[in-house]
């Protein structure tokens, strides 16, 4: 596993990339799971595997381990692909989710697909 840096404020982020708030916004997202990962706990590393990187491997009380991907769309079936392949190369049961901003929350070979707003809301209804 590797570091990586996030910021804990985007507008900082847009100002120094010339005031552009609608450029980058797969890695803006990533960045607001990245904290939101660290509020629910855990410990959260960037993985890799054979072929790619998973965005986020978290290291959670009690040996649970998760898996996740971050994509603003996966509309495009080269990016749901590119996406995906990384975590089907992970032979283990724990947790695999692929978050994005698209509508619909499937299941694709036991990855689960879900909306992000979705998923940060979940944790303050439950």
Known sequence: MWQEYYVVDLGLKNILQNNAPYTDLGH???????FEL???????????????????????PGNVTEYY???????????????????KEIRDSHPKILLTMDFDNTNIDGIQKLNVVDWLLKDTID
């Open 28 to 34: 803006k997202l990533e960045n607001v799971v990245f």
């Open 38 to 60: 660290l509020r629910r706990g855990g410990e959260v590393f960037a993985g890799r595997s054979q072929n790619g990187e998973v965005d986020f491997v978290v290291q959670k």
């Open 69 to 87: 991907q971050v994509a603003y769309s996966v509309n495009d079936e080269k990016t749901l692909l590119r996406e995906l392949s990384s975590l």
